[in-house]
């Protein structure tokens, strides 16, 4: 059981520090990130409300407050951190391997969750 939450904390603590790494970029380094996202193909106008979900994420998961809402929590972040994988893989920049990181934070965040809170 504590091998179970250590996994838990350290991988979640590790997709809030990403996330919030990313949302720090996405506020303070805008046009760098508008240069990436168009560099990537993305729509810019997409940079701020992307920032918004990925707090609004965070906050589901850490605070337990409904359980459908952390499950659509743990979708968007794996769904974004997918796409960003993807979207660096294809354009051969680099910096995919953070977006792989994040995945691999997002699926043991989950699946560890699972194992650590018991929901009614």
Not at 59 to 78: N, Q, R
Not at 84 to 105: P, S
Request: aromatic share 20%.
């Amino acid at each position: 059981m504590k091998r179970d939450q250590a996994i838990y904390w350290t991988a979640t603590g590790l997709l809030t520090l990403l996330m919030l790494f990313s949302v720090y970029n996405y506020v303070f380094n805008h046009e760098m990130i508008v240069g990436f996202f168009e560099l990537l193909g993305y729509p810019t106008y997409l940079v701020y409300p992307l920032a918004i979900a990925k707090i609004l994420g965070l906050v589901a998961i850490h605070s337990k407050l409904s359980t459908t809402l952390k499950e659509w929590a743990y979708a968007g972040f794996f769904f974004d951190t997918l796409l960003a994988f993807w979207a660096h893989y294809k354009v051969q920049g680099g910096g995919y391997e953070m977006a792989l990181g994040g995945i691999i934070f997002v699926l043991l965040s989950y699946i560890y969750d699972k194992k650590v809170f018991t929901y009614k």
